[in-house]
């Protein structure tokens, strides 16, 4: 039966049985049609209502997230706070992910996907952070979660759905806070992309700069052409090898 009730409890009922179909189904197999039979009301009042599918997605579809712990958690714990974070979501959350993740190939479903990401996980983890690259240290560790939350709810990784949750959250936790706050005593001065990207190679890089500006001049050529350096006058001579010096005296004789 239609229902007839008062225009705000119409719309509050249109409202909460979009978001259940929403979550349950994405946007693409919502119909309006399916809403209006699932609040009890005729379809044309969806459209007084909320003028088009489209806009009651995006009115319906607000994934949210309590931050406390990222702002209470010490800095170099970060990673560890943001793991236990992403593993206690579920419920509407996990609902309003895959319904914006499966939705995304409409641009205003798409925009509210980049508004999410921005101010659930960017913006939050930024205000955290120090230094020249704290954007883009943010960014980083807001692409990790969310590919964690895609590998769980998406792709339904078995293997990490299986594993302890203590020993997710350590592996996770590690890879944030080295994303977060990337250890830097002796790749201090090498730029945040190349450390984590190629951590050992910036390791070698930066130990090489520093023994190029610690070490004494070496053995061999560089010895050989510091004392040039320090003598400029004088006479270069050839050191030969036994038998060529042997087959000169010789000749000499």
Known sequence: MLQTGSRVSTRESIHSAAARLFRTSGCARTTVRRIAAEAGTDPALVIRHFRSKELLFLETMHMTLDLGPLFDAPLDRLGERLAELLLDLGGSARGVFLALVHGGDEPHIRDRLRDTHEHLFVEPLRRRLTGPDADLRARTAA??????????WVAEDHVLLRLDRTELVSRYGTLLQEVLTPRGSLVSQVPWTARCIFPAAALIASCHRAGRQSQPVGVGRSHAGARRRQHPG?????????????????REN
């Open 143 to 152: 692409a990790v979660a969310g590919g964690l939350l895609y590998a769980l």
């Open 234 to 250: 004088a006479r270069r001579t050839r050191v030969r090898p036994p038998r060529e010096a042997a087959s000169m005296r010789g």
